[in-house]
């Protein structure tokens, strides 16, 4: 079946635009998780949704950083004035309960 | 703060030895991951282990966990170039109301022929 998607695959923005990233789960996943990969910081967790809610936002890095999951699917994180260090692979995850994370193909996000 | 560290981060190997990855964390988990990442593509997951004694294999790639010792090991059996990858380990706490994966280094493995 089909897995998550992502998009877009790449975005390159000027510094201090808004920016948003749209993930769509694997049908019948209740779980959805945002996390980025950057050089420096490596794999970090962002948030975690439990259908719509989100019971855990401790990864958001600043309040620049928001993300909401409507209908229980589709989930969209959006970065408010953008800065260089947001540069990284952002990538979502979904899961059935207490069963393996599947990550979609991520969104290269490059600030100049 | 749950932390989890992998060793070693960068491993060459020949084509046919063996070899190990170890990935150690901090706290009690519920649960732990392994995952491979090819270069410019995103996370495949690899084994999901549940429970304090529990071995996973497929093909040339075997897993375990050890809960007691908050350790798990990535075992390379008779390596071949397409095993060339780098290999996470990611820790869960099921305990309150997060899900989130706490991932390790990575270790980037480059098998030789």
């Known amino acids: 079946g089909a897995g998550v998607s992502q998009s877009p695959s790449n975005k390159v923005t000027e510094k201090g635009k808004d920016v948003e990233l749209r993930c769509d789960p694997i049908?019948?996943?209740?779980?959805l998780y945002w996390y980025r990969q950057s050089l420096g910081q490596g794999l970090e967790f962002l948030i975690y949704?439990?259908?719509?809610?989100?019971?855990?936002k401790s990864g958001l890095p600043s309040d620049r950083f928001s993300a909401e999951r409507t209908g229980g699917s589709v989930s969209t994180l959006t970065i408010q004035r953008t800065q260089q260090e947001d540069s990284a692979v952002y990538l979502c995850?979904?899961?059935?309960?207490?069963?393996?994370?599947?990550f979609g193909p991520g969104t290269r996000l490059t600030v100049t | 703060e749950l932390k989890v560290e992998q060793n070693p981060l960068f491993l060459s190997m020949q084509e046919g030895k063996n070899y190990t990855i170890y990935c150690n964390y901090s706290?009690?988990?519920?649960?732990l991951y392994w995952y491979r990442q090819d270069p410019g593509k995103s996370l495949e997951s690899l084994f999901v282990?549940?429970?304090?004694?529990a071995v996973k294999q497929e093909g040339r790639l075997m897993a375990s966990l050890d809960t007691k010792a908050r350790l798990s090991t990535l075992h390379i059996t008779a390596a071949v170039h397409d095993l060339s990858a780098t290999y996470f380990c990611?820790?869960?706490?099921?305990?309150?109301?997060?899900?989130?994966?706490?991932f390790g280094t990575g270790t980037l493995l480059a098998v030789q022929p």
């Open positions: 995850a979904s899961s059935s309960p207490n069963q393996a994370q599947y």
């Open positions: 049908s019948g996943h209740t779980a």
């Open positions: 949704f439990q259908g719509n809610s989100a019971p855990d």
């Open positions: 706290t009690t988990s519920d649960r």
């Open positions: 282990l549940l429970s304090n004694g």
């Open positions: 990611a820790v869960a706490n099921y305990g309150g109301a997060t899900n989130k994966l706490i």
